[in-house]
Structure formats: C-alpha cells, structure tokens
C-alpha cells in the first residue's frame, strides 16, 4: 500500500467536473487526526487512516479550492446512505488544519450516528428551530432577495428543522473556553486591564472554530457530500449538552448535518462585490 493525502470518496464515482478525469483513491490516507488539546494536554502523535478492503475501488473527482467554495450550497436534504468513517476522518482532519488562536487548538468535534441520539438532537433542534421561525417572520425578506428566493429560503430551513435527526451524520463542533492567566500573575499595570482581556477573548472566540466549521464545508464539497451551518440548537445548548455529554466548560458553535444530497451542488447566489467591499476607508467603493 501507498500514503497519499487525497481524500475519499464514498459511493459512485460522481460526474468529474468540466470533463475532468475522476482519480483512484488509493489504500492509505496520509496526515491523520491529531487528538485536540484541552487544558495543557500533551499533543498526541497523528495517525494513519488504512482503508479497509471494502472501501476501495471508489473514486473522487478533481476539483479545485475556488471551485469548491463557489459551489458549497447550503444542502439540507440527504440520502439515507451511510458516510463511511474514512470519509468522516477525512473531513475532521481537514477541519483540524484551520487557524486557531495561540495555537491553543482547544476544539473538539462530536460525530453523532447512532440513530436514537439522532432523534433526541433532532427533537431538541425542532423545538429551538421554532423560536428561529417567529425571528425569521418577523424580520421579513432582506432586501437583496426576491420574495421567490425568500421562500424557497423559508422552506428549506423548514425542511432541516423537521428532518435534522435524519442526517446520516450530524457533526457538532465544540470548543472549551479560553483560560485567562491569574490577576495576581499578571504585571501591576496589566491587572486592571482582565476584564477587559476577558471581553475582549470573548469576543474573538469564534475566530478559532468557525475557520474550522469552513474547512468542514469544503472537505465536504470535495467528497460529494452535502452539509451546513445551523444554530439554532444553540438556544437549548444545556439540552443539547446533556445529550451529548457535553462538559460544562466547553459549548457547542454549529450543528451540521452530512450526507449524500438530494439536491445538487452551487452555484451560490450572492450580493456582488462591489456592494459589500470599501478601499482603504467606510463607504469608498470598491473600484475593481
């Protein structure tokens, strides 16, 4: 057998992407899962994830970081088809390459399969999904969309907020929170400033999870595999915690259902350009 660092692909080989020539996954897949660091643990050595007899055979099509990115729809609706573990790996290695501040690497990602604790996190996401509803409807249609996509929008959404629990996957990311240093082991003229350290911390937290969430979306995209961000659980956190076992220092950022989709891949609909991005200052138009 040989390492290589190309993902897997599960399932039939998918149509390759501009007539491209779809690649043969080889026996072993390089780079491995690091253990994540909470609380000054020691890092644990990376592994090597060998392909199992039954999963070879399957292929991947080419496709580029760029074209990844513009065509990682949100997709809600999945096949029942199992995700194989290879192929889960393959995505939690790939979110562990994200940035993370200090390096502290204090995230942790829960891989739910198991049907009944499917059905509790579906139930517990049914119920949060409500109070999203009545926010939604209030807010009305932002005005970048028509009311057609406004819709379709609500639908879909409604779609997820019955059905979570049916994701072959539901992967949940996590993170612990940030350890402060000790008032009195800080310089005098520092010390005055914790609270606002501690603001401040708070405030960049998602900095080092959702880089990760990201990189989750597009390994995804590359393995023909659908995915999205949801929050909404995060209204019934302790609920959802308790299902999961969750410690109280460390809170959940994202509930992510995977599966092969019933739908297709991009292209994603968004404002140009020009009407988001400023030059050098607030309000100079972006001139490219």
């Given at each position: 057998m040989r390492p290589t660092n190309e993902p897997v692909r599960a399932g039939p080989a998918p149509e390759s992407p501009r007539g491209t020539k779809p690649r043969e996954v080889s026996d072993v897949i390089g780079g491995g899962v690091g253990t994540p660091l909470l609380h000054g643990q020691e890092p644990q050595p990376t592994k090597q994830l060998v392909m199992t007899t039954r999963m070879r055979g399957?292929?991947?099509?080419?496709?580029?970081?760029?074209?990844?990115?513009?065509?990682?729809r949100a997709l809600r609706?999945?096949?029942?088809?199992?995700?194989p573990e290879a192929a889960i790996t393959q995505i939690l290695d790939a979110a562990i390459r994200a940035p993370s501040a200090g390096?502290?690497?204090?995230?942790?990602?829960?891989?739910?399969r198991e049907t009944e604790q499917r059905r509790k996190l579906g139930a517990i996401y049914r119920k949060a999904s409500d109070v999203a509803s009545a926010m939604?409807?209030?807010?009305?249609?932002?005005?970048?969309?028509?009311?057609?996509?406004?819709?379709?929008?609500?639908?879909?959404?409604?779609y997820l907020w019955d059905h979570m629990g049916d994701a072959p996957v539901i992967l949940v990311p996590c993170q612990s929170r940030p350890q402060l240093p000790?008032?009195?082991?800080?310089?005098?003229?520092?010390?005055?400033?914790?609270?606002?350290?501690?603001?401040?911390?708070?405030?960049?937290?998602?900095?080092?999870?959702?880089?990760?969430?990201?990189?989750i979306i597009l390994a995804c995209r590359a393995l023909g595999l659908g995915t999205t961000i949801t929050t909404n659980h995060i209204r019934c956190e302790d609920e959802v915690k308790a299902v999961l076992g969750i410690p109280d220092d460390v809170e959940t950022f994202a509930m992510m259902p995977i599966g092969y989709p019933r739908g297709k891949f991009g292209p994603l609909a968004r404002r140009p350009v020009a009407e988001v991005a400023y030059a050098e200052r607030w309000s100079r138009a972006w001139p490219y």
């Open positions: 399957y292929k991947m099509s080419d496709i580029g970081v760029l074209e990844a990115i513009h065509t990682a609706q999945f096949k029942p088809d199992p995700v390096n502290a690497q204090n995230w942790v990602f829960i891989v739910v939604y409807a209030a807010r009305g249609r932002p005005p970048h969309m028509t009311e057609e996509r406004f819709q379709r929008f609500m639908a879909t959404g409604a000790r008032r009195a082991s800080l310089p005098a003229e520092f010390r005055e400033r914790l609270a606002d350290e501690e603001r401040y911390v708070e405030r960049i937290r998602g900095a080092s999870i959702y880089p990760a969430v990201q990189n």
